[in-house]
C-alpha cells in the first residue's frame, strides 16, 4: 500500500509556537499532499510536493520531502488557535490519493 | 460557487435497507472519487471515476457501487446496509488525475446503520 503514516497522532502546542508533523510512505509516488481538516467539515488542500521537489513554502507552510527516506514533514510557524485541526498526508500514484490516519493538532491560547 | 455537494449529508438505516449517496461537482472536473472515513484508519477509497460513464474500484469496494453517467455527478450506493457501513463519507472531485494534483472534497455524508 501506498498509505502514508503521520507522526504523532497527536500534537498540543502554544499559540505561537511551530509545529512540526512527520508522514512516512512505503513505495515510489508521484507527490506528496497536505490535507486539513477542521471538525466535521471536509478535507481541504494545503499544499502539493512533486516527487522531484525537496522543499516548499506556502505562506506559514513548510513542507520537505525526502524520497530517499520515504518521508515527508509539514512546519507550521507561528501557529494560531485557527490551525487547531487534523492533517492529512496523501500518498499520489497512478489515479489515486492515499491518505494516512492523519495528526491532530491543538493550538492552545 | 457551490465546489462539491454531496447529499444526503446524515441518514441513518437499518441493516439490509438500501440508499444511495449523491455527490455533485460544478467544476467540470473529469475525476470523481468516494472515500470512507472511520476513527484512525484516516480516508480509504472505495471507488473512482476518471471520467463519465467510467468507474473503478479502489482500497475497499465490497458492499459498494457507483454510477457516473453525467459528467458532474458520482453517485454511491449501498444495496444492503451493514453495520459495518457505519462510517463518514466523502467525495472529491479533481480536474486533473489525483496523481498529478488537489482533489477538491465535499463536505461529508454521515451514514449509521443500526
Known amino acids: 500500500s501506498q498509505q502514508g503514516e503521520e507522526d504523532p497522532q497527536a500534537l498540543s502546542i502554544q499559540e505561537g509556537e511551530n509545529a512540526t508533523m512527520n508522514c512516512s510512505y512505503k513505495?515510489?509516488?508521484?507527490?506528496l499532499q497536505w490535507y486539513r481538516q477542521n471538525s466535521g467539515r471536509g478535507l481541504v488542500h494545503l499544499i502539493l510536493i512533486r516527487s522531484n521537489e525537496r522543499e516548499k513554502h506556502s505562506g506559514r507552510l513548510r513542507v520537505t520531502l525526502d524520497t530517499s527516506k520515504k518521508s515527508s514533514s509539514l512546519l507550521i510557524t507561528a501557529s494560531r488557535a485557527a490551525d487547531t485541526a487534523s492533517y492529512f498526508c496523501a500518498t499520489a500514484y497512478d489515479y489515486k490519493l492515499s491518505f494516512g490516519a492523519g495528526t491532530t493538532v491543538t493550538v492552545r491560547a | 460557487n457551490a465546489g462539491v455537494t454531496q447529499t444526503p449529508k446524515f441518514r441513518v438505516l437499518k441493516t439490509g435497507q438500501s440508499m444511495t449517496l449523491l455527490c455533485a461537482q460544478d467544476?467540470?472536473?473529469?475525476?470523481m472519487y468516494w472515500y470512507r472515513q472511520d476513527p484512525g484508519m484516516g480516508l480509504r477509497l472505495i471507488h473512482y471515476?476518471?471520467?463519465?460513464?467510467?468507474?473503478a474500484k479502489g482500497e475497499v469496494p465490497d458492499g459498494y457501487n457507483v454510477s457516473r453517467l453525467k459528467k458532474q455527478n458520482f453517485l454511491l450506493g449501498l444495496e444492503s446496509a451493514a453495520p459495518s457501513q457505519t462510517s463518514v463519507y466523502f467525495c472529491a472531485s479533481s480536474p486533473v488525475s489525483g496523481a498529478d494534483g488537489e482533489l477538491f472534497f465535499g463536505e461529508g455524508s454521515r451514514l449509521t446503520v443500526l
Open positions: 513505495t515510489s509516488i508521484n507527490n
Open positions: 467544476m467540470n472536473h473529469e475525476y
Open positions: 471515476s476518471v471520467g463519465e460513464g467510467t468507474t
